[in-house]
């Protein structure tokens, strides 16, 4: 893409926008991932389509990209903090089902959303129960420094050795103590401190549990995060994402135990995407009982997925955005408007018009603003270029956008049988529900150089 201007993105490390410099190529980027006890809903998925947003705009500026995207199928806790059951243990008993089966159903779910949403994977997705030693090693250098205590229950983090506790949230102690009063622990020295080690109970036994120098136990939720995007990332420690509700309690920990192992910054910079409401003041959670998936919310209103990521496109990504079933129908209606207008532009891509790419690449660069990015496309199919130059511009925008704007052109050329072999071996297996053999085929057809897509109106296949 043309090198018009610097990228800036808002870091909440340091409340304002800062101009993106990479600390080495390529840019390495970590994204909190599901935790895979229950389907992913709309307000989780909005989070995961702004990253997808971040990753095109890095590859639209000519950056490489590291993507790790981290699963929690152990540790995370029902209050989100130290005490209760763990997630993936009650949606095994839930359901009747092992709790490693559990991981494997949703996480499978999950990545069918993504491919629904047009979101790219990420390079590497990394469980948290295969990198246990990982986490381990890192809790015994805390130890080892002196940032540790035991209790009856865990081994935990003691936040008082750490100065700069509150740098990515900006609130004062006491705040933060309020936030971490709900759920007490009387042998905690700290309200803030956190869980890196849970010890099993010893009435009764788990089903993910390791091993360690303090007990048999198993992780806790803030740890994997920090070993694993050590472990990957190294010395490119560049974008940390997530949701604006991991900011207090999730990153704060990571960062306070990273830093205090590592000796040197965790990440330089944290994007973090507001929440997705049911109303104008209740939130989308699982832990509220009034979660909307994907699949059947665009069923009920009749509408494909990408009309939800198109709604999504409408409201800046630091903005909060509420859910009303009205908003999907209006926002398929808008992208039916904009792929009936490309269609008849014909099918000659031609070269992409320089003062529409630099209004485009102005406005993604400016913090990801997508509803300019949007309006910039109207405005370029509003104008008098010819066909050619229009077509060639939505290609070069829709690789941000990545809302297939030019698949209704039957641009695609002739496929190879033995791709349209394995894609309906792969349709067979998705039918199946062999989502394991479905993501052997998909990677097998992507290393021959083609990319499969999955719409409401059927497989689409195209050469990478």
């Not at 000519?62 to 009650?90: A, C, R, S």
């Not at 900006?170 to 709900?182: C, Q, S, T, Y």
């Not at 560049?238 to 990571?254: A, L, M, P």
């Not at 130059?389 to 033995?418: C, H, M, W, Y």
């Amino acid at each position: 893409m043309l090198d018009l201007m610097s990228l800036f993105l808002y870091n909440t490390l340091s409340r304002s926008k800062e101009e993106f410099k990479s600390i080495a190529s390529p840019v390495g980027l970590y994204t909190c991932g599901p935790t895979v006890y229950h389907y992913a809903h709309i307000g989780n998925l909005r989070t995961y389509i702004f990253e997808d947003f971040l990753k095109r705009t890095l590859l639209y500026n000519n950056f490489q990209v590291e993507h790790i995207m981290n699963v929690t199928d152990v540790g995370h806790l029902v209050g989100d903090q130290d005490m209760g059951e763990d997630k993936m243990e009650k949606g095994a008993a839930r359901e009747g089902k092992t709790a490693w089966e559990i991981a494997d159903f949703y996480l499978a779910q999950f990545k069918k959303d993504l491919i629904a949403l047009n979101i790219i994977e990420p390079a590497v997705w990394c469980k948290a129960t295969d990198y246990i030693s990982e986490q381990i090693d890192l809790i015994t250098i805390l130890q080892e420094k002196g940032y540790t205590y035991q209790t009856s229950d865990g081994v935990y983090y003691d936040t008082s050795k750490f100065a700069d506790y509150n740098k990515l949230s900006h609130l004062n102690l006491d705040e933060l103590k309020e936030g971490a009063r709900v759920e007490k622990n009387d042998e905690k020295k700290n309200a803030t401190d956190f869980a890196l080690w849970k010890f099993s109970p010893k009435d009764q036994k788990r089903q993910m549990e390791w091993e360690s120098p303090w007990g048999k136990g198993f992780p806790g939720w803030h740890i994997e995060c920090s070993a694993m995007s050590l472990h990957f990332l190294k010395d490119h420690l560049d974008i940390h994402c997530g949701g604006i509700d991991h900011i207090n309690i999730h990153h704060t920990n990571e960062i306070a135990q990273s830093e205090a192992a590592t000796n040197q910054k965790f990440f330089n910079y944290w994007l973090h995407g507001a929440l997705l409401n049911i109303s104008d003041s209740e939130k989308m959670a699982k832990s509220e009982g009034n979660i909307l998936l994907l699949e059947k919310v665009t069923e009920e209103e009749k509408v494909e997925p990408l009309a939800f990521r198109y709604a999504c496109l409408l409201t800046h990504y630091r903005k909060p955005m509420t859910y009303k079933p009205e908003m999907l129908g209006q926002a398929a209606t808008a992208l039916s408007n904009v792929r009936r207008s490309i269609e008849n532009l014909g099918a000659q891509i031609g070269e992409i018009d320089s003062s529409f790419s630099e209004q485009f690449t102005t406005a993604v660069n400016d913090d990801l603003n997508m509803p300019q990015a949007v309006a910039i496309l109207q405005g370029l199919l509003k104008s008098d270029l010819n066909s050619e130059i229009k077509l060639g511009t939505i290609q070069s925008f829709d690789t941000v956008l990545g809302l297939d704007l030019i698949r209704t052109n039957n641009l695609a050329e002739e496929i190879p049988s033995e791709i349209r072999e394995l894609a309906a071996e792969r349709e067979r297996a998705r039918l199946d529900q062999d989502w394991a053999t479905s993501d052997v085929l998909r990677t097998k057809i992507q290393k021959l150089g083609y990319s499969i897509e999955d719409h409401p109106d059927g497989v689409k296949i195209r050469k990478i």
